[in-house]
T-cell receptor
């Protein structure tokens, strides 16, 4: 059965810190890995990764995929209180998107 | 990005009634839409994949007679929760792909409370 596991499940840091969120996957016919940010409503798209070792960057957020290790990380530098959210990792297989449990990130001022 | 809307955003209903939730892709055509539900502090669970003009594909454990899905056009899919019960209370989210793209764009979700 396809599976996506995220760690940590919960993380509390101070504003300005750098955080790394982890995602590992076991998916048949892997096609891509996606990161989403979920605040109070539905998830908003952050990154889609298909190639190993190529970093994708958007402002203070960056992500990279390691197909050999079947994993991905999401980095957030110089965190701000507005980064507080649940970060979801999802893996696209042949048929569907499988989500991890999410990491609840809290940034304290 | 792409815009997906859902209606209603929140609904409260009595046990035994049916509730219809609409999902629309506003600026693109979506041959495939997906329906998820999310319980508090849990991740998204795929319920079904909705294909325009054909029957939906349901995930294991999801009752197709209880969660009716209709995808009548390239921009609209509906989910009807029939004979709703309190355990159906949840956050229902739809998503859609642009044609030939894998990124799923999510609607804002519908919070259903069944009394």
């Amino acid at each position: 059965e396809d599976k996506v596991v995220q760690s940590p499940l919960s993380l509390v840091v101070h504003e300005g810190d750098t955080v790394t969120l982890n995602c590992s996957y076991e998916v048949t016919n892997f096609r891509s890995l996606l990161w989403y940010k979920q605040e109070k409503k539905a998830p908003t798209f952050l990154f889609m990764l298909t190639s190993s070792g190529i970093e994708k960057k958007s402002g203070r957020l960056s992500s990279i995929l390691d197909k050999k290790e079947l994993s991905s990380i999401l980095n957030i530098t110089a965190t701000q209180t507005g980064d507080s959210a649940i970060y979801l990792c999802a893996s696209q297989g042949a048929q569907k998107l499988v989500f991890g449990q999410g990491t609840r990130l809290t940034i304290n001022p | 990005g792409a815009v997906v809307s859902q209606h209603p955003s929140r609904v409260i209903c009595k046990s035994g009634t049916s509730v219809k939730i609409e999902c629309r892709s506003l600026d693109f055509q979506a041959t495939t839409m997906f329906w998820y539900r999310q319980f508090p502090k849990k991740s998204l669970m795929l319920m079904a994949t909705s294909n325009e003009g054909s029957k939906a594909t349901y995930e294991q454990g999801v009752e197709k007679d209880k969660f009716l899905i209709n995808h009548a056009s390239l921009t609209l899919s509906t989910l009807t929760v029939t004979s709703a019960h309190p355990e159906d209370s949840s956050f229902y989210i739809c998503s859609a792909n642009r044609q030939n793209q894998e990124t799923q764009y999510f609607g804002p979700g519908t919070r259903l409370l069944v009394l």
